[in-house]
């Protein structure tokens, strides 16, 4: 059996982690850091995915009904390996600086 996608790198592996063991008010907080992130990484959000995906997928995975979160997750999916590392630490960084204070 193959891993999942963000299980390729140790860095996205542990920001999802991170995330879906957070709070439901944390999560959202979060996608929308990653958002962030991924924009000044320079990804440029392709739509017609999220689009694609949202209308031809059932959604059961723990971040589909949350929209940030299925959007930021999809965005990450999207983007280069080294995109995805620059993020993840990113969110890393910040969940702790939250978490310390």
Do not use: H
């Not at 000044?40 to 979160?69: S, T």
């Not at 997750?73 to 969940?95: G, M, R």
């Amino acid at each position: 059996m193959g891993n999942r996608w963000y299980e390729l790198s140790p860095d996205v592996c542990i920001a999802i982690s991170k995330i879906e063991m957070a709070k439901e008010e944390d999560r959202t907080r979060y996608a929308k850091v990653m958002l962030k992130e991924l924009r000044l990484a320079g990804y440029e959000p392709n739509k017609q995915i999220y689009l694609d995906r949202i209308r031809g997928y059932k959604m059961r995975r723990w971040y589909d009904k949350n929209r940030y979160l299925f959007m930021a997750f999809e965005y990450l999916k999207d983007s280069t390996n080294e995109v995805q590392s620059e993020v993840a630490c990113n969110v890393l960084k910040y969940i702790r600086q939250e978490n310390a204070a």
